[in-house]
């Protein structure tokens, strides 16, 4: 069995399944004392350009950020992260994703 801090790892990073790599994180608890890894802004910004490119459709986008948004486990570098993770994750209350607002998001994850 791989550990939990692998397969956050891999989730964060949007290596493989997002539904099987949720199935692999149902066999821990949900609930735990301290988050086992910190998303920065560097790594974010590594998937938003790949949405960008569109090696990443804005479909799989919000599937990973709800996959992210609220886990116990997961802390982030900065509260900018966590409200766009937020505004990834709920396209229907915060407007659509498009490439225009993700490079906003990049330009903001960049200074």
């Known amino acids: 069995m791989r ?4 397969i956050l790892k891999d989730l964060v990073l949007l290596n493989g399944s ?17 988050p086992l890894l910190k998303i920065n802004a560097k ?7 790949r949405s960008i490119n569109n090696e990443i459709d804005f479909g ?3 599937k990973w950020a709800n996959a992210l948004e609220c886990r116990d486990d997961l802390d982030f ?5 966590q409200e766009f993770l937020f505004e990834l ?3 229907e209350i915060n407007g659509e994703i498009t490439k225009d607002r993700l490079s906003e998001f990049l330009d ?3 200074k």
Request: glycine fraction near 0%.
């Open 43 to 49: 790594t974010f910004s590594k998937i938003l350009k």
């Open 108 to 110: 903001v994850l960049s």
């Open 89 to 91: 994750a709920n396209p």
């Open 18 to 34: 997002i539904e099987v790599l949720q199935r692999e994180l149902s066999q821990y608890s949900w609930d735990i004392e301290k």
């Open 60 to 62: 799989t986008l919000t």
């Open 3 to 6: 550990s939990r801090k692998d």
């Open 77 to 81: 570098e900065s509260d900018n992260l």
